[in-house]
């Protein structure tokens, strides 16, 4: 979290004059299934914005049928299938950088996949575009 706000706070005072970024400023938030409707999971985004750009973003993903949210321990669902075990992992750190990403391009379409974290980056710019769809300056 103090990564993001610093990573934000660099961004905000190397690349853009106060008001100049795309964004108005406030605080938004997205919820989104992406295109994984079949499942019970929503990637949830809340982005805040400061002189235009974005300078903090919480991202997680919610299963809604467990009532709980992905984390580093969620493979435990899947022990003894290694594919799914690695497949949690690797979405795991998609989850843990793709915020990151946003902090740096400062758009959701400008950010690259993780090999191997597919799921986790469709959640992330599902929720994300949704969050900052009122956040665009017209």
């Known amino acids: 979290m103090i990564k993001n706000i610093l990573i934000g ?10 008001g100049d970024g795309p964004y108005k400023d406030g605080f938004y938030s997205g919820i989104s299934r992406a295109k ?3 499942e019970p999971y929503y990637g949830h985004s809340k982005i805040t914005v400061q002189n235009g750009i974005i300078t903090e973003i919480d991202f997680s993903v919610r299963d809604s049928a467990r009532h709980e949210y992905f984390d580093n321990n969620y493979e435990k669902y899947f022990a003894g299938n290694n594919e799914y075990i690695q497949q949690c992992r690797n979405d795991w750190k998609g989850i843990q950088s793709y915020p ?24 992330f ?5 949704k969050a900052l769809s009122s956040a665009r300056k017209d």
């Open 9 to 18: 706070f660099i961004a905000l005072v190397i690349f853009t004059s106060p």
């Open 36 to 38: 994984y409707t079949n």
């Open 100 to 123: 990151d990403s946003l902090l740096k391009y400062q758009d959701p379409e400008k950010i690259d996949v993780i090999s191997g974290a597919t799921w986790s980056y469709n959640l």
């Open 125 to 129: 710019k599902a929720s994300a575009q």
